[in-house]
């Protein structure tokens, strides 16, 4: 069976500064692992995703995650947040295998950006 | 292209009633995932339906609910009995090929309200 935990449910931080979101996962076999942003009242939308390679992937709007197998983590991080990064962040894992493409999600994340 | 449709975005029921939650995926997609939000928690694997296949129902309550996806039209989450634990949001995800690499596309949900 697979796991995701996300450490903080809410992040509260000032626009302009850094954030760290932290996700590990608790996996037997090999993942790909994912991030997703949900703004309010709307569905996910994919931010970023790790298949293999290189273990640092970037986002079109500057995100960035750094897959670590060894802590088994995959955090999302940004230099600079703006107001309208502000939204709940989720974390997910696909096992492939006999899973498919079924994903298994963390808790989530609520970022909140304040002026 | 349009992306994942959902409907309705919002339904209410009473307890007891049944609730038929429908979703079209993406042009060209022809599988199926149903997650289910309850609140204050993560998204939670439903089920994984292929063009008239239910290839995963691991994560579909034993009673009471079940998912179809036609050869033609959309597919229908169908939950009957409603009672007030079932209210939550229900999204809809679609991808190419069910691949564990693939992303999964997300609509907008329903949010079902059992009174």
């Known amino acids: 069976a697979q796991s995701v935990t996300q450490l903080d449910s809410q992040v509260p931080v000032f626009e302009e500064a850094p954030v760290e979101l932290r996700c590990n996962y608790s996996s037997s076999v090999s993942v790909y692992l994912f991030w997703y942003v949900q703004y309010p009242n709307q569905g996910l939308q994919l931010l970023l995703k790790y298949l293999s390679g290189s273990t640092l992937v970037e986002s079109i709007n500057g995100f960035e995650a750094e897959f670590n197998k060894s802590q088994t983590s995959f955090h999302l991080r940004k230099p600079s947040v703006h107001i309208s990064d502000t939204a709940e962040y989720f974390c997910a894992i696909n096992a492939g295998g006999t899973s498919y493409g079924k994903l298994t999600f963390g808790q989530g994340t609520i970022l909140t950006v304040h002026p | 292209n349009a992306g994942v449709m959902q409907n309705p975005r919002h339904l209410v029921r009473r307890r007891g009633q049944e609730a038929r939650l429908r979703c079209s995926p993406m042009k060209g997609h022809s599988h199926v995932y149903w997650y289910r939000q309850l609140p204050e928690e993560g998204l939670k694997f439903m089920v994984y339906l292929q063009k008239e296949n239910i290839i995963d129902e691991s994560g579909m309550p034993k009673e009471r609910f079940s998912a179809e996806f036609p050869k033609e039209g959309p597919s229908i989450l169908r939950i009957q009995q409603v009672v007030r634990g079932d209210s939550a949001a229900y999204f809809c995800?679609?991808?190419?090929?069910?691949?564990?690499?693939?992303?999964?596309?997300f609509g907008p949900g329903t949010r079902l309200t059992v009174l």
């Open positions: 995800a679609s991808s190419p090929s069910g691949g564990a690499k693939d992303t999964q596309y």
